[in-house]
């Protein structure tokens, strides 16, 4: 090896290095990379969660560096999303995935005893009758959005219905 080759490598070694240390500092929170990514904060943890099933996806949580443990689909009207969750995850974690993707806004309030229901999702809220009713696997849930734990493979579909 040449003492031109050997500088040249170490130019390019450093060029490397100094973007790098550039593009850490313009990120915020998160930097993904297509094999691992790693967050640092929990709306970084929700921005990570829907990503491709194929990809290996690490998050950094309070509880420490864990994988995610599977996916589930959350229905919003006409558009199915894919949302990666962790174990012990619930409705309202897997939707807060959504809001830090700018996918999806909602509001709601928590209730004693009960959990966190939903007042308004996209803009539209719960009036004239009509409530936002959530079904788990097809069956509509009797818990707040924020009790019901999810497991990997889970269908949440949310429906904008009549009161029963």
């Not at 990120?27 to 640092?40: D, F, L, N, R």
């Not at 539209?124 to 788990?136: D, I, Q, R, S, T």
Request: charged share 15%; no cysteine.
């Amino acid at each position: 090896m040449t003492i031109k080759e050997i500088v040249l490598g170490v130019i390019v070694a450093m060029t490397l290095l100094v973007g790098l240390m550039y593009v850490q500092q313009q990120t915020p929170a998160s930097v993904a990379i297509p094999e691992q990514s790693v967050a640092t904060d929990s709306a970084a943890t929700s921005t990570l969660r829907e990503l491709v099933a194929s990809e290996s996806i690490i998050l950094d949580t309070h509880e420490g560096v864990r994988a995610i443990d599977g996916y589930v689909s959350l229905v919003i009207g006409t558009t199915t999303h894919k949302v990666g969750i962790l174990t012990g995850d619930t409705v309202i974690d897997a939707m807060q995935g959504l809001v830090s993707d700018r996918k999806l806004m909602f509001t709601g309030r928590s209730f004693p005893g009960l959990g966190y229901f939903i007042d308004s999702i996209n803009g539209v809220p719960n009036a004239g009758g009509k409530y936002w009713v959530f079904y788990v696997n097809g069956a509509s849930s009797t818990e707040g959005a924020s009790w019901v734990v999810l497991s990997p493979g889970d269908v949440v579909e949310w429906r904008f219905r009549n009161k029963e």
